[in-house]
């Protein structure tokens, strides 16, 4: 389990270092798939701001529990997602190590 856990924390500097990806101005520039998500992750962040200050704005909403609804809302979303294999997560749902012991937390 430590070392699942150090190579999850390293594994993101690992291919940054050997995809010299930090050597570029836009590493993602005329890759249509990166710009079609970066489009839509821009446009359902709009939305969120406006439906945020349609109620009133931030201190409004979280008092309301407007945004604490929706953050269950998208976590159960997300689950349901992982548990029907809808999405997958790479060593949790896919290819997971058999005889692993979960990983406490916190709740």
């Excluded at 836009?26 to 992750?41: I, Q, Y």
Aim: proline share 3%; charged share 25%.
């Amino acid at each position: 389990a430590a070392f699942a856990r150090r190579v999850a924390r390293n594994a993101q500097l690992i291919m940054a270092n050997e995809s010299h990806v930090d050597h570029v101005a836009d590493p993602a520039h005329g890759s249509g798939a990166v710009e079609a998500l970066t489009s839509d992750l821009c446009e359902a962040a709009w939305a969120e701001l406006q439906a945020i200050e349609a109620e009133g704005g931030v201190l409004s909403s979280l008092r309301d529990g407007h945004i604490q609804q929706r953050v269950r809302a998208a976590a159960v979303q997300r689950g349901i997602a992982f548990k029907s294999g809808e999405r997958a997560m790479i060593g949790a749902t896919l290819y997971p190590l058999k005889g692993e012991r979960p990983v406490e937390t916190l709740d």
